[in-house]
């Protein structure tokens, strides 16, 4: 089971008090209320569109709040500076660029909000990366160039680089989306290990998958609500739910990988959003 620290006295991982958010005066958060103690592995499922990716970005302040607070271990968002803590792994990357990047100068990208300006990597902090690498197998491809690998690896790379700096909370935004079952088994065992390190893992998801085992809790949206907050929901999740219309993105139907169309080029996994900015 999990070290002591989980029922601790400790401030939650985030704090999410009667947030709002509108995009163009149309709400999209409306009015959610939701703790994720420390240490914890949480899901927050809901159809397309219900607001789950603007939650976990509001949660990062990477979209700001109409109204209501959040607090981040303890700390109001605004004055939150700490992040090296927290891990994100986006959901979808911005279009353009084509530097020719390799996996382990992406992997490493990850640990640039961690280190003082201008300093070099450390010894410590290369042992991070080659561990991250390992993490999500992806040692033998550090020198490969990121545009050569397929959807699901590059997803392990966006994995990667958020370990690498050594958080200790996690939010993975649909890190399932568009990943076949051996990557997919790949990123459980992943949570697995992070599970055991007593990390807090918030996983975006539209079902539970190979995660379900993991999952403590889910948190449910519809509409910018939350509509279930507590033990996990069904495995079969919200996609087998009668109603239920989720689209998954699949733009090229030559392309047995159905992320293709959205895969990152090496430029825009350089400049992924940085928590906490606008
Ligand atoms: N930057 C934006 N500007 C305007 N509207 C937006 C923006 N981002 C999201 N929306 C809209 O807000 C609503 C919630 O989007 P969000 O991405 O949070 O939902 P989601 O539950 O994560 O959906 P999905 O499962 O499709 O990723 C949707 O109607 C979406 O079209």
Redesign the pocket.
């Given at each position: 089971m999990h070290a002591q620290i989980k029922d601790a006295d400790v401030p939650p991982a985030f704090e999410v008090t009667d947030a709002r958010v509108a995009?163009?005066g149309?709400p999209?958060l409306d009015g959610v209320n939701v703790g994720i103690p420390r240490g914890r592995t949480v899901a927050v499922l809901?159809?397309?569109?219900?607001?789950?990716?603007?939650?976990v970005?509001a949660m990062l302040g990477i979209v700001p709040l109409t109204s209501g607070g959040i607090r981040v271990h303890g700390t109001p968002l605004s004055r939150f500076r700490d992040w090296r803590r927290i891990g994100y792994v986006p959901?979808r990357l911005t279009a353009g660029g084509a530097v020719p990047a390799t996996v382990r100068e992406i992997v490493s990208s990850g640990q640039v909000a961690a280190r003082r300006r201008f300093s070099l990597p450390t010894r410590a902090d290369r042992a991070a990366v080659d561990e991250a690498l390992a993490a999500v197998d992806l040692t033998d491809l550090a020198k490969a160039s990121v545009r050569e690998l397929s959807g699901g690896q590059q997803q392990r790379v966006l994995i990667a680089r958020a370990l690498a700096g050594r958080p200790d909370t996690f939010v993975m935004d649909?890190p399932m989306a568009g990943v076949d079952a051996e990557n997919q088994r790949a990123l459980a065992r992943i949570i697995a290990r992070l599970r055991e390190r007593d990390a807090t893992v918030i996983l975006?998801l539209?079902e539970l998958g190979p995660l379900e085992e993991f999952i403590e809790r889910t948190v449910a949206?519809e509409s910018?609500r939350i509509v279930h907050d507590g033990a996990p929901l069904l495995p079969t999740g919200e996609c087998a739910r009668p109603g239920h219309e989720?689209q998954h993105p699949h733009p090229d139907p030559n392309d047995p990988d159905p992320r293709a169309a959205e895969r990152p080029s090496p430029a825009d996994l350089m400049r992924l959003e940085v928590p906490g900015r606008d």
């Open positions: 995009y163009d149309v999209v809901g159809p397309n569109g219900s607001g789950k990716s603007t939650l970005r959901q649909e975006v539209h949206l910018g989720h």
